[in-house]
């Protein structure tokens, strides 16, 4: 999954694959900032993990869905590294599905399939390694 992140200007970077996908990733204090910061990006990335988890999962009952979002937020620690203590996500579907099938989706999403939602609730090894080009 290779990934690079390159530095524009200020605190604003580029973010690509190898597909050509691209998102820009900005923390500003100061002034409208143009892209996600990286902490709205783990909440997108928890809450598209398991929407479409949850899609797929619908999808497969033969259910129709007539529309989908997900509302998310987060509270976050007051000292630093001021992180997430609380990620709220609400979803949303429209159609004539039971709320007990989309409530069934989520779970098993956040249980058994997100792979974004499983590498939150139990850590990761991060390996970092630096180098200077001259």
Not at 31 to 50: K, S, T
Request: aromatic share 6%; proline share 3%; with cysteine.
């Amino acid at each position: 999954m290779p990934l690079t992140l390159q530095w524009v200007k200020d605190l604003q970077f580029v973010a690509d694959d190898d597909k050509g996908h691209g998102i820009v990733v900005e923390s500003r204090k100061d002034g409208v900032p143009a892209g996600f910061n990286p902490m709205q990006l783990i909440l997108l990335a928890a809450a598209g993990c398991m929407a479409m988890d949850v899609v797929s999962i619908l999808q497969k009952k033969k259910l129709d869905i007539k529309g989908f979002r997900v509302l998310m937020d987060g509270k976050r620690a007051e000292e630093h590294p001021k992180r997430f203590t609380e990620m709220n996500f609400v979803y949303e579907v429209k159609g004539d599905i039971l709320k007990a099938a989309v409530d069934e989706a989520i779970k098993l999403s956040k249980e058994k399939y997100c792979s974004v939602s499983a590498t939150i609730k139990q850590g990761v090894q991060m390996n970092i390694e630096s180098k200077v080009i001259s």
